[in-house]
């Protein structure tokens, strides 16, 4: 199981540089190339996100942002240092995404951001937590193929 984690301070233009590490790291662990476009955009809507919170917020950590390959997934974790910022969905991308309880355009920009990422991922769990939020996604892999 390989794993890459970036971290970056909580500006906009810095998700540009995660879409393009998730991508390449995506790609490197086998992930399907017609899928690569969604995996840019997830990330970048949950890079956006965090983002934001972090800058609503006033706190200075910095983004996280995991890439696990696994046998046979790949797995990518977005995470913010906002307690409770999250909404407390657990489940897959059919499930019910709840806006957070804050600011009526927060929460507009919140449901639709993971809306965006639930109609992209298959796989995503959005998990509130006392250190901070985060969205994992995952995606299958194809295996490698052998040549003769």
Do not use: Y
């Amino acid at each position: 199981m390989a794993t890459v984690e970036l971290r970056f301070s909580a500006q906009p233009e810095h998700v540009r540089t995660a879409r393009l590490v998730a991508a390449a790291v995506a790609r490197r662990a086998g992930v399907d190339e017609a899928v690569l476009d969604e995996v840019r955009l997830a990330v970048g809507e949950a890079c956006s996100r965090a983002v934001g919170l972090h800058r609503n917020h006033g706190i200075s950590d910095p983004v996280r942002v995991v890439l696990t390959e696994e046998e046979k997934s790949f797995s990518i974790e977005v995470g913010d240092g906002v307690s409770g910022a999250a909404p407390g969905v657990r489940g897959s991308a059919d499930s019910e995404v709840p806006g957070a309880d804050s600011d009526a355009d927060a929460d507009g920009e919140d449901e639709m951001g993971l809306a965006v990422i639930s109609g992209l991922v298959d796989d995503v769990e959005v998990i509130a937590g006392e250190s901070g939020g985060v969205i994992r996604m995952s995606w299958p892999t194809t295996p490698e193929t052998e040549l003769p």
